[in-house]
């Protein structure tokens, strides 16, 4: 297939997919955040050997709802019984045909380690082991005697996810690292659904309909995987949404980035879920904000001060050398070598790599005065999170960026 047409198949692939992933898995979260509410809402007035456990009413779209909640079960099964399960099969199967488009497809682009030496075989066949293995490690935990402890499982699944980020690193591009995080989280979510809580759902509601008690360490178990699985929402909503924002994915120090929000986004989803108890822990929020708060300050850049006097040579483009004092200011005519060399292929009118047919995000890099333009995003993306040129696929060396870098500082002390 002609590079053109492929690449154009790529992309309406990885938009239907997308776009699919991105409403399937609103409604599962928006069901598990929905229920969660429910739960934490309802009115418990009902005496202990009342079959209620509690009601609430609500109010919504014009009409009036009731809402009960049985102990156990109704008198009588109803006829028809809604289930919530699809739109988690329909969130991973979306997703992880989503990760074949945008990863195996383009392996050499956005799933390998330009430093890595993994073939493309080999770079797949990590990333389905990387979900299949985080299932079996997380299953086997929650089954042992350790899986009844949930404060020590917690930190056990966060240590293995932190683990996974770092190790990954080495391997994957940083974005690719992330999503792979974010899947593997995924992956353990749905296979919660299909392998623990439906099961318990069905076992329960056979016993009912035959007169049996039902199994109750069933029920318990599918209650555990039901809140472990609201507790990943928000950390793997942040990773879902990541890939616009190269300076948490980009950064040597992305994986602890990563462990360290999805600390504050898991606080936060507690104290959501624990808001409306009188005994509620009031440090929750603000203890989570300000782990937020800490991250955001500690990302921001530094302001380099002191010079040094001796001469340095960097390296060009063309192979040149530009002997220049360290105080001295590159000139544009300095640093368009580098970006022809390094950018234009994929930021130009019509795009000469093959796989793109049009600029990403529309930016163009073929004159002067496109660069100057455009130079708070070629330092963003060149300097500071150095997830440009994409997969560095011609070898921008550190010299060329930091010439880039004292470009773009010079600009900066010109305005």
Known sequence: ???????????????????????????????????????????????????????????????????????????????????????????????????????????????????????????????????????LLYDGLCRSPLGNEGLVAGLLIFVWFTFLAWWLGDYFTGRASYMHVGAAIGTIMVANVFFVIIPAQKDMVASLSAGRTPDGSKGKNALQRSRQNNYLTLPVLFIMISSHYPFSYGSEWGWLLLAVLSLALVGIRHWFNIRHFPEHNRWVLPLSLLLLLGLIVSTLPRQETGSSNKASTTPTAAGQLVSESAGAVPKLADIQPLIEQHCVNCHAEKPSFTGFYAPPLGVVLETAEQIESQAQRIHQTVVVTRTMPLGNMHGMTPEQRELIARWYAGALGSE
């Open 1 to 135: 297939m002609d590079a053109w047409p492929q690449a154009m198949l790529s992309d309406w692939l990885s938009l239907l997919l997308r776009w699919a992933h991105f409403v399937t898995g609103v409604a599962w979260i928006g069901a598990s955040f929905y229920f969660n509410w429910l739960e934490n809402l309802l009115e418990r007035r009902f005496k202990n050997d009342d079959p209620l456990a509690g009601d609430l009413w609500a109010v919504h779209g014009g009409g009036f709802y009731y809402l009960q909640k049985f102990r156990l079960a109704p008198a009588q099964m109803p006829g028809t019984l809604h289930w919530f399960k699809y739109e988690a099969y329909a969130t991973f199967l979306t997703g992880f045909c989503l990760l074949m488009v945008v990863y195996w497809w383009n392996a050499p682009l956005f799933l390998i380690n330009p430093d890595s030496s993994l073939s493309q075989p080999l770079a797949i066949s990590l990333s389905f082991s990387v979900l299949v293995i985080s299932w």
